[in-house]
């Protein structure tokens, strides 16, 4: 997915809202761990956070704030890594051109600034997303194929959910997911009857 191609911000929380949602539905707390989409609310004052976790050492951080949004990428395995240097270093460009309102948001320990191969960020009058001019050698990534994660609608969410949890899914109740429709135990128990329906119910409540 080109960044370029992302959808306006209110859309994109609803979005990634739903895909939090999901992943408590399919994975119990003992399972967290394996949960692809986390939803943190409130998680600086007035501030919002999703994180996205491949498991395998990615992941993206997105904050939604009053002034915008921001998304700090990091693939470990890009040449862009500060940890691939031999003087810890972030590359040049990645924060150079962010709004200071828009990047102190990514102060926070847990977010581990230092750790970025790519930042996209639309503040709240831009009509269109952003990225630094950052030079990416011929043949490398800076862990833009992160974005794949952000399923943006019920057909796509279903496609990539049936391969990563390798069954099939009625596409009726992850419809409703996305169209902010009330969560009920019926769904959770049609999605996945070995869930804990009641435990996940209260736990997508405090999300949402």
């Known amino acids: 997915m080109n960044y370029k191609n992302l959808t306006e911000p209110k859309k994109f929380k609803s979005i990634l809202k739903a895909q939090a949602i999901l992943d408590i539905i399919m994975l119990d707390k003992d399972e967290e761990w394996m949960r692809i989409t986390t939803y943190y609310p409130n998680y600086l004052e007035n501030v919002d956070m999703f994180k996205i976790d491949n498991g ?5 951080f997105i904050l939604f704030s ?6 700090k990428g990091f693939d ?5 890594s500060p940890h691939t240097k031999n003087e810890f270093k972030i590359a040049d460009g ?5 709004p200071k309102k828009l990047l102190d948001l990514l102060k926070d320990k847990s977010i581990e600034q230092e750790s970025v191969t790519f930042c996209i960020w639309r503040t709240s009058e831009d009509l269109e997303w952003n ?5 990416i050698p011929k043949g490398e990534d800076d862990g ?7 399923n943006e609608t019920p057909d796509n969410w279903k496609t990539w959910a049936e ?3 390798e069954e099939e899914f009625d596409i009726e109740n992850i419809k409703k997911i996305y169209s902010n429709e009330e969560i009920t135990l019926e769904m959770i ?4 009857p070995e869930r804990d329906s009641e435990s996940a119910l209260r736990e997508i409540r405090k999300i949402i």
């Open 56 to 60: 395998s050492g990615d992941d993206m």
């Open 66 to 71: 009053e002034h915008g949004v921001i998304i």
């Open 76 to 80: 470990h395995e890009s040449i862009l």
């Open 94 to 98: 990645i924060y150079n051109l962010v």
């Open 131 to 135: 990225k630094g001019k950052v030079s």
């Open 144 to 150: 833009k194929f992160l974005l794949l994660y952000i």
């Open 163 to 165: 391969d990563y949890y």
């Open 189 to 192: 128990e049609e999605m996945n």
